[in-house]
């Protein structure tokens, strides 16, 4: 059996294990336009930040390619698919055959059409080559000015370690919040507080409509006209499902390639995983890209047994992020904030130590939650989302200070011991 696998990042190399686990004997190809061993995306703020090295941000060993028997062709571009001949093409003209094709390509990020946005000193931050480039620029700013468009994770993110740099931040933000994906306004506000005391400095409800400057940028202009000087800028904007190898073949894609519950694409034995796969949300009830690091793990190991011949369903996707900033931890998940009538919320906060929980209730189950500073036992809630567990038995003790295992009835703790 020949696999290949394009991409080396988390669902890549889930693919590769959950493969493993299966068939010690098929050839594995794997692809990536990254000339690098796998590493943790996440980490990037960290190198930049100088908190972690390349040997700290490997994802796996040094020996795992060759223990796993994976022939790696990093550094080269897929460009197209045949699924006629089952065949995938390389940029330098290569075509590597196969039987089962996973494409986990991750996302790509999104760039608004700004005037200027191609000028030197102006970045990216979701690769390691983002980081490297950004941290070369650093020393030879005259400023010392950063502009960051997008007040999202990747940016807060970029402005925590560039800040920690010693580095003066903006970040420009066209909603009125931070976060204003994973967070509340109350929660939001708590956070801005928190990277404001810190030094970040906010725009709300504005944009970059001009990248300034000749070959480098020297500045943004914003909508509401007003000049910011700086000698940096990067653009986190967002990011998409990066599509670009499946566009010109048969495979169903919406904002993402189209998965079912087995990770597999309309074409047959062609699967898809991770950041560009578009997957049942478990709590939403609808197709979507869930683009977090653990789902993309878990949706390619999922892939990779699949491929290998185990029938095996991945029913535990949805949204959820644990991050923290300056020292501010936060875990959220699901729904944050209910559209219709028919949810139960549940809220406490403490304003002055920037504690704030909120857990979302239907039909007496979890459907999401947001434990920012005090995030003690919000793994129980998370794994109450996995299994739909009704909640009606310890409902009034959710925000209890003392709320955990020992909230539950003896049978269900010994069910819980017992995986």
Request: glycine residues 8%; aromatic residues 8%; contains cysteine.
């Amino acid at each position: 059996m020949d696999y290949v696998i394009i991409g080396n990042s988390a669902a890549g190399i889930g693919a590769v294990e959950g493969i493993r686990e299966v068939d010690s004997k098929g050839r594995i190809t794997l692809i990536s336009d990254e000339p690098y061993h796998t590493y943790s995306r996440p980490l990037i703020s960290y190198y930049l930040a100088n908190k972690a090295n390349w040997e700290t941000m490997k994802f796996r060993s040094n020996d795992f390619y060759a223990e796993n028997n994976v022939e790696t062709k990093l550094g080269m571009k897929a460009v197209g698919i045949n699924e006629a001949d089952k065949s995938v093409n390389l940029a330098n003209g290569e075509k590597i055959e196969f039987d089962k094709l996973l494409v986990a390509t991750g996302g790509t990020p999104f760039i608004p059409p700004i005037e200027g946005v191609d000028k030197n000193n102006i970045y990216n931050f979701i690769k390691l080559d983002d980081a490297k480039s950004i941290a070369g620029d650093i020393e030879n700013l005259e400023t010392g000015k950063v502009v960051i468009l997008g007040a999202g994770l990747i940016g807060l993110k970029a402005a925590e370690a560039l800040f920690k740099q010693g580095l003066e931040v903006i970040v420009v933000e066209l909603a009125d919040q931070v976060l204003n994906a994973i967070l509340d306004d109350e929660a939001a506000k708590l956070v801005q507080q928190h990277l404001e005391e810190k030094g970040i400095n906010f725009i709300f409800e504005d944009t970059v409509t001009q990248f300034l400057g000749e070959d480098k940028v020297t500045g943004v202009r914003l909508e509401s006209e007003k000049e910011l000087d700086c000698d940096l800028a990067i653009v986190a904007a967002g990011v998409k499902p990066n599509i670009e190898v499946v566009e010109e073949t048969d495979i169903e894609v919406n904002q993402g390639i189209i998965v079912n519950n087995k990770l597999k694409t309309s074409i047959t034995n062609i699967y898809a995983a991770g950041d560009v796969a578009e997957s049942n949300n478990l709590v939403r009830d609808i197709k979507e890209v869930v683009p977090i690091w653990p789902d993309a793990y878990n949706q390619g190991w999922t892939a990779g047994k699949n491929m290998a011949g185990v029938k095996e369903d991945y029913l535990e996707c949805f949204s959820r992020n644990s991050i923290g900033f300056f020292g501010l931890p936060m875990i959220t998940a699901g729904i944050i904030e209910p559209e219709s009538d028919d949810h139960e919320v549940l809220v406490t906060k403490n304003e002055e130590e920037k504690v704030y929980k909120k857990i979302i209730l239907q039909n007496d189950r979890i459907i999401g939650f947001i434990y920012l500073n005090d995030i003690d036992r919000a793994g129980i809630l998370t794994g109450l989302i996995k299994e739909k567990q009704s909640i009606t038995e310890v409902k009034d003790e959710l925000l209890a200070d003392n709320f955990g295992y020992l909230s539950f009835n003896k049978e269900w703790r010994q069910e819980r011991l017992a995986k």
